[in-house]
């Protein structure tokens, strides 16, 4: 399995941006579909993007379309989420995930799909 390391969280005001970073450890990085996941304090933690290891697909919550992009380098075994028009509903801790991806160019929604975690990155918004 990967191991997971995100930065890039932080604070900033609504209808700001921030950009989040996953590394990856290993070799395998292009094995694995990849997604984003957030948990606000008191609720349920909840599907944000995903992306296919080919990078050629992606999805995306209802809440986060339009304003979110979920992209990877697996050269450089690193995905990405570029989050724009940021609003405190937003404000979570964001955790990247990585899914087999059994020779499919599937992306996952479900958490349940995903064998490895990261440790999560903080982002607070302001009103």
């Known amino acids: 399995q990967v191991q997971l390391v995100e930065s890039g969280g932080g604070l900033v005001q609504t209808g700001g941006s921030l950009r989040l970073s996953c590394a990856a450890s290993?070799?395998?990085?292009?094995?694995?579909?990849m997604g984003w996941f957030r948990q606000a304090p008191g609720k349920e933690r909840e599907f944000v993007a995903a992306i296919t290891w080919s990078g050629s697909r992606t999805g995306y919550a209802d809440s986060v379309k339009g304003r979110f992009t979920i992209s990877r380098d697996n050269a450089k075994n690193t995905v990405y989420l570029q989050m724009n028009s940021l609003k405190p509903e937003d404000t979570a801790v964001y955790y990247c995930?990585?899914?087999?991806?059994?020779?499919?160019?599937?992306?996952?929604?479900?958490?349940?799909?995903?064998?490895?975690w990261g440790q999560g990155t903080q982002v607070t918004v302001s009103s």
């Open positions: 995930a990585a899914a087999y991806a059994f020779n499919s160019d599937n992306y996952y929604t479900r958490s349940s799909s995903y064998v490895s």
């Open positions: 290993g070799r395998t990085f292009s094995r694995y579909a």
